[in-house]
């Protein structure tokens, strides 16, 4: 049973930072790959960071690439997004996702998705 609960999001002031985590309670988080996502009001839901578990390569969307910063604690079964000078356009909802066998970098490919937490960037 899969179930990734993100930590709480939060509202920063625009250039601020703020880190996610998103832990499944009482189990492993090791599958291919876990990945975070996030879906602005009235937008999609898109794509922001992956990692792989076991080599810890990592991709990113470019319009966080050089801000934010995927990691993974396997002691902890945590899965971690650092996200630094945050602006307006960095408001949304965060989601956590699991790949079980392959990492698409899409929706569609997502076996397991978090409820989300809320991050607002006020400016």
């Known amino acids: 049973q899969v179930q990734l609960v993100e930590s709480e999001g939060g509202l920063v002031q625009a250039g601020g930072s703020l880190r996610l985590s998103c832990t499944n309670p009482?189990?492993?988080?090791?599958?291919?790959?876990m990945a975070w996502f996030r879906q602005a009001p009235g937008k999609s839901r898109d794509f922001v960071a992956a990692i792989t578990w076991i080599g810890g390569s990592t991709i990113y969307a470019p319009s966080v690439e050089g801000r934010f910063t995927i990691s993974r604690d396997k002691d902890r079964n945590m899965l971690l997004l650092q996200m630094n000078s945050l602006g307006s356009e960095d408001t949304a909802v965060y989601y956590c996702?699991?790949?079980?066998?392959?990492?698409?970098?899409?929706?569609?490919?997502?076996?397991?998705w978090g409820k989300g937490t809320l991050v607002i960037v006020s400016s």
């Open positions: 996702a699991q790949y079980k066998t392959t990492l698409t970098a899409t929706v569609e490919g997502v076996d397991y």
């Open positions: 009482g189990r492993t988080l090791s599958s291919f790959a």
